[in-house]
């Protein structure tokens, strides 16, 4: 059984917003950092936003800074990844993450990983 399920991934025109969401099976979402990492061909993965409900913390890229916004259900147990004014460079395979606090939004410290969603942005 998958610990994290991502979706919403589809493909819009630049400008346009998408919700991306993750589903966490076992593990309390508002007790872990939870991030959304992305990952474009060719391109390293990057850590996009990160939220750490318990610890009232938020992590975001510059890239992404004032257009994406993380949240979380506490009820559903699920991560959310709003995602506005989108570019083409803002195209990739969006992942959610798990890591026990303390949070380090750094990919390697991350224990559980979704299996991703994909995001494609035309102009």
């Known amino acids: 059984q998958d610990q994290l399920v991502e979706s919403g991934g589809d493909s819009v025109q630049a400008g346009g917003s998408l919700r991306l969401s993750c589903a966490a099976s076992t593990l309390t979402v508002s007790y872990w950092c939870m991030a959304w990492f992305r990952q474009a061909p060719g391109k390293e993965r990057e850590a996009v936003a990160g939220i750490y409900t318990v610890g009232g913390s938020t992590y975001y890229a510059d890239s992404v800074q004032g257009r994406f916004t993380a949240s979380e259900d506490s009820p559903k147990n699920t991560m959310y990844l709003q995602l506005n004014s989108l570019k083409p460079e803002d195209s990739a395979m969006y992942y959610c993450?798990?890591?026990?606090?303390?949070?380090?939004?750094?990919?390697?410290?991350?224990?559980?990983w979704g299996r991703g969603t994909q995001v494609t942005v035309s102009s």
């Open positions: 993450a798990a890591k026990f606090p303390p949070c380090n939004w750094s990919a390697p410290e991350f224990t559980y």
